[in-house]
């Protein structure tokens, strides 16, 4: 793919030097789950609603092995090959939207997050299918393909549109609540199957919110990072231990980030 992402970044040399390469990295591996996509290659099940295709393990072994030439000692956590954190950390999600990928809807992404002593310093996600990437670091804002991003000025609940994830990880009761009280409030609820894209284009004004009661670090890191750094409010997913045992996960645009959070029964950040 060929798209101009360059931004300006905080002062920091490591930082600005693993800030451009996990920009090229999301691309790369941006177009190798495309390549995998146009195989229409088929898929095998990990657990109910669970899919896996080949393309994931072949992104994920180009993620992890760009990442061991060119930072060795940083750590590795991945949703395919596992992995612990260390002082810095990528986490790594080759294909959200797995389901999607494996049934030919092309809304899928390549998530990759950078955390530096419990902080997400660096976060991008590709989405080859579309072309665009989006790309935050921590105090220099959001982009999309290189322009900055906002979250949507939306203030009432009669004209958002939000989005809710579910997984098998938690009961369906949990899930139909916070349906159910969002569309009392008025809300237009979507479930896009892909929770870092749904993080992404609340960042970037498509969507007003996004909630899961269980994310897993892989999903959400690079997502929450683009959310706050576009002006968002998000819940204290690593605060909480997210990062070893993943946890719940909230990001909205502040017009009605209280009442998302009232409606979903999820804690924003103070
Ligand atoms: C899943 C997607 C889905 C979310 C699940 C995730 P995967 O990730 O993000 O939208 O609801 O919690 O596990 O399996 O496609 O990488």
Sequence with gaps: MNIDIRTAGAAAPDLDARADF???????????????????????????????TETD????????????????????????????AGRDTWVVDPIDGTANFARGVPHFCVSIAFVRDGATEIGAICNPALGELHFARRGAGATRNGAAVRVAPTRDFA???????WSTRVPNA???AALAALLDKGANVRRGGSGALALAWVADGRSDGYAEVHMNAWDCLAGLLLVAEAGGRVGPFLDLGGLADGGPVIAAAPGIAEGFAAATGLALAA
């Design 22 to 52: 996990c920009r090229e990295l999301a691309l790369s591996a941006g177009g190798v789950a495309l390549d995998g996509f146009g195989r229409a290659e088929g898929f095998r099940m990990k657990g109910p609603q669970d899919f896996l």
């Design 57 to 84: 393990a072949a992104v994920e072994r180009h993620v992890k092995r760009a990442i061991a030439e060119a930072f060795p000692d940083d750590a590795f956590l991945g949703e395919e090959t596992g992995g612990s």
């Design 159 to 165: 004209s958002a549109c939000v989005e809710l994830g």
């Design 174 to 176: 949990r899930y139909v």
